[in-house]
């Protein structure tokens, strides 16, 4: 694959579009790709990685959980701001830097499909679907073999749900509004019936790194599993290439200049052109005033939305596995997304049971796809950006470029889901996630601080953000591999 270089001279200068200026209910409306990572995250650090690490070594944990989704916030909201003022997705920006277009898309993809190209999520919840259906976890090679296929229906279902509507992205939306609601709510209510109130508090003192149990501060338990740890810290949010692709989501909702761009169509929608390279606007004081209401907007996806969410995603869950499971247990087999529903069920009755085990698996079904879309949508837009050849495949239709992307990503999943156990596949992705950002933090340093126009540059708080969040993985993923070796 040979790509070709793009520079800021190839940007078409174009008036910013009006922002949506929302009050009250409003915001519902104007807000989307916040709430598509917060349905990632909560099926990957909220869901899985989080109750294991919690369990085996206590709510002190939740010190670096704080930090890390601080971090991967104000890092969200840098990648859509590139996005905001030139209509391409972060990923064109980072193939504008040297030393080659080719060499960084090789390098993202190859990101991308090292942290989700594994089938973790698929597995995990064909367990919970196991334990829907027979009201026991999965302990048999035939059991196994049940969830595989199990597993390989989940990824069909995520073809057809991909090629509904109009939109994908409005799709995706739809799918996790539902999910944020019913699972975030669902676990509140859980959490308000069967947690007690000693365990709410230590949750809450956890965030400090205070050891409520211990009566000490514990931020680094001793005999802590730091792969595990690693995993925690990058997919606490959302974690590395999910990250990313949020700049292609919020070019497809049509967030600043995406809006002058395209999208890319579902396939039962309409082709649309999609541009492959972007806009820049003259700094006047309107276009200012315009970019400050897309700014607020931004904002409130990312700090009302994703991080609240990124929050409550994280504690809930765990504030159910710890009560329901003692400390130390380690949850990390094939059934971990059934674990809790059978623990409770033994206390609680069955009914209660069946209600979180649908949770869990709804969860990770949803995670599923959200990750592989992300992946196809960011392996898609790559080789837009960068060959014309692509472009003018199937007359220039880029549906036809993301379903072949899709097929192909998919056959693979399914191959992939006898590999491993599914949360060494977590495991092994999340602690890629971490390199990510150790990578991709001060790459889009260098491409919001160089390559855009200087009006739209980031202040120097947020430049020495995105630094000090590169040292905080880097440190992490530094102790994830040296605890291996």
Same mark, same amino acid.
């Given at each position: ?323 329901? %499971?003692?400390?130390?247990?380690? =949850?990390?087999? &094939?059934? $971990?997304? /059934?674990?809790? *529903?059978? +623990? #409770?069920?033994?206390? @609680? ?67 992939? %889901?006898?590999?491993?156990?599914? =949360?060494?596949? &977590?495991? $092994?992705? /999340?602690?890629? *996630?971490? +390199? #990510?950002?150790?990578? @991709? ?45």
């Amino acid at each position: 694959m040979s790509l070709e270089l793009q520079t800021d001279r190839d940007w078409q200068l174009a008036e910013l579009p009006v922002p949506p200026r929302p009050k009250g209910l409003g915001w519902l409306s104007a807000v989307g790709p916040g709430v598509i990572a917060l349905g990632v995250s909560i099926g990957s650090g909220e869901f899985l990685l989080g109750p294991a690490a919690f369990v085996q070594h206590g709510f002190s944990l939740l010190w670096v959980v704080l930090i890390a989704i601080v971090f991967q916030t104000i890092f969200n909201t840098e990648v859509m701001r590139y996005t905001l003022a030139t209509g391409e997705p972060v990923f064109s920006g980072f193939m504008r830097t040297r030393p080659s277009s080719t060499l960084w898309a090789w390098v993202y993809v190859a990101l991308y499909f090292l942290q989700v190209g594994w089938p973790a999520w698929a597995g995990t919840a064909a367990a919970a679907i196991f334990y829907l259906t027979v009201q026991r976890l999965p302990d048999s090679a035939i059991d196994a073999s049940i969830t595989y296929f199990i597993g390989v229906a989940a990824f069909l279902a995520v073809v057809v749900i991909l090629s509904v509507g109009k939109r994908i992205v409005h799709t995706l939306e739809i799918l996790n509004w539902i999910l944020v609601t019913t699972t975030i709510g669902g676990f509140l209510i859980l959490a308000l019936l069967f947690v007690p109130s000693s365990v709410w508090l230590a949750a809450g003192i956890g965030f400090t790194g205070f050891d409520l149990t211990q009566q000490r501060f514990d931020f680094f338990p001793a005999g802590a599993d730091l792969v595990l740890l690693g995993a925690l810290v990058a997919y606490s949010g959302s974690g590395g290439v999910t990250n990313l692709v949020l700049s292609n989501w919020a070019r497809d909702r049509g967030y600043g200049m995406g809006e002058r761009a395209g999208y890319i169509a579902a396939a039962a929608g309409p082709k649309v052109e999609l541009a492959h390279v972007g806009f820049t606007f003259a700094p006047s004081d309107e276009a200012m005033d315009r970019w400050r209401g897309w700014w607020r907007v931004v904002s409130v996806d990312q700090w009302g939305v994703f991080f609240v969410g990124a929050i409550l995603g994280m504690t809930l869950p765990a504030l159910l596995y710890v009560t329901f %499971l003692p400390r130390g247990t380690d =949850i990390q087999g &094939l059934g $971990i997304s /059934a674990a809790l *529903a059978s +623990a #409770v069920g033994a206390q @609680a009755g069955a009914t209660v049971a069946i209600v979180i085990a649908f949770l869990g698996a709804w969860i990770l079904f949803k995670t599923q796809l959200d990750n592989f879309e992300g992946m196809v949508r960011a392996v898609t837009d790559i080789l837009w950006t960068g060959s014309s050849r692509v472009r003018a495949w199937r007359g220039g239709d880029v549906r036809a470029v993301y379903y072949t992307v899709l097929a192909v990503l998919v056959a693979w999943g399914i191959f992939a %889901l006898r590999l491993a156990q599914p =949360i060494v596949l &977590l495991k $092994i992705g /999340a602690n890629v *996630a971490g +390199a #990510v950002f150790v990578i @991709a933090a001060p790459h889009l340093l260098y491409v919001n601080t160089r390559i855009l126009p200087p009006h739209v540059r980031p202040p120097m708080w947020r430049r020495v953000a995105l630094a000090a969040m590169a040292v905080f993985y880097l440190f992490f993923v530094t102790l994830s591999i040296a605890s291996v070796w």
